[in-house]
């Protein structure tokens, strides 16, 4: 599909520091004290937090860009490799993915090792045409948000204690039937 070799490497935890981190706390930093009522509001905010060298990027996702990459696994092996040993997730250092061998997986627990493990994540008689494309999008519908949360949002909307120009968005948010959490991700 892609034509690219991955290959990821896990860092011990603890044990490095990432150009994350200091992104994320300048942006903090720039958040301190400022009151934002709207999620374009952060975008903007992200994109003026660095004031040296080029501004970050900042890409506005909207949900026709959010995956399901869930709904493509169920079919596939991941608890033995080829070995038929059981593959001990939360060990591994590095993982490699050829477009070579599509559907099979390297890795390593420990980056010094010269020992490479790998995973057939389909059955041999698994035939590529019979699997699902993947990945399919993740929301078919508008997300919806809680119900007491968008009573709340309207109260202050109507209290003018969030300015009358953020209005129009919060109403245009669609409550929930019943409670919703899709912040979630216990599946």
Known sequence: MFKMKISHHFMEKGHTQNEGDSVHALIEKTARGR???SPDEWYSLVRWAKVNG??????????????????????????????????MWNKIKQI???PDNYGLL???????????????????TTRLSQLKPFPEKAYKALLKINVAKYKDLIYYCDKHIIPEKYHTFYRNLLPAEHDVDNASDED
């Open 35 to 37: 009151e934002v009522y």
């Open 54 to 87: 080029n501004p970050y990027t900042v890409i506005e996702v909207n949900q026709n860009m959010i995956f399901d990459f869930k709904s493509g696994i169920s079919k596939r092996n991941w608890t033995k490799n080829i070995k038929n040993d059981k593959i």
């Open 96 to 98: 490699d993915a050829s």
């Open 106 to 124: 390297e890795y390593k627990y420990s980056l010094g090792d010269s020992e490479i493990n790998q995973i057939q994540c389909f059955k041999k």
